[in-house]
């Protein structure tokens, strides 16, 4: 697909992990050289180093790079500032994923064509069930997420847990996906286990350690 636009964001700031970005930009930016690249930013440090690759930069609005913006809100705002025809393509890729390789980015872009798509997500497999789990309410008491009266586990319908390892969207549909991107249309691309997510300090020295690891094997 020529019409493809690679999109990455990196807001400057970060509460779990301070400058995440900047620690996390290369793993990223070296898979997708020579390719049409959009950083998203109010970084100036990830600014220069997105020149450095050759790649085109967005400068945020003050207003998208806070923590009050949603995904679609600075989406939309790059649609407009960079004229982006509405049958381009988008693959967001976030900078959280320093595990992910150019192929998983080229599996996901095959599954989103195969299925003739308008926008993809991931998902993960997870233990967590919705089904007991409550919301809080007043008095001790609690309020079932999804309301049910089964007893067997075998019972529950089967849950996955939404993932943005690879975001993929046709510019026309970003209008009709809800805040997260994604609405009843959506597919989503099965990953294998063992994804990195990096979020704290902790789950960085968990990533390194795995690829230490592999290197020693």
């Known amino acids: 697909m020529e019409n493809i636009k690679y999109l990455i964001p990196a807001r400057k700031g970060s509460k ?19 390719k049409d690249v959009i950083v998203s930013t109010d970084d100036e440090i990830l600014i220069e180093k997105s020149k450095e690759y050759n790649f085109n930069v967005h400068v945020r609005s003050e207003k998208n790079a806070s923590d009050l913006a949603t995904t679609k809100d600075f989406v939309l705002e790059i649609i407009k500032d960079l004229k982006f025809d509405k049958d381009d393509i988008i693959v967001m890729l976030y900078l959280t994923y320093p595990g992910r390789t150019l192929k998983d980015i080229e599996n996901a872009i095959n599954f989103f064509e195969s299925n003739n798509a308008n926008s993809l997500l991931c998902r993960e497999k997870t233990s967590d069930s919705p089904y007991i ?20 586990r075998q019972d529950y319908l089967e849950v996955f847990k939404l993932c943005f390892f690879v975001c993929i969207f046709k510019v026309k549909e970003v ?35 795995s690829k230490k690891g592999e290197e020693n094997v």
């Open 175 to 209: 209008v009709n996906l809800n805040n997260n991107m994604y609405n009843n249309d959506t597919i989503y691309y099965k990953l294998n286990d063992n994804i990195f997510d990096i979020d704290t300090i902790d789950d960085l020295e968990r990533y390194y350690k």
């Open 16 to 34: 779990g992990l301070p400058g995440k970005n900047r620690l996390l930009f290369d793993e990223t930016a070296k898979l997708l050289k020579g």
């Open 133 to 152: 789990m409550l919301f809080e309410k007043p008095d001790n008491k609690g309020e079932q997420v999804i309301k049910h009266n089964f007893s067997r």
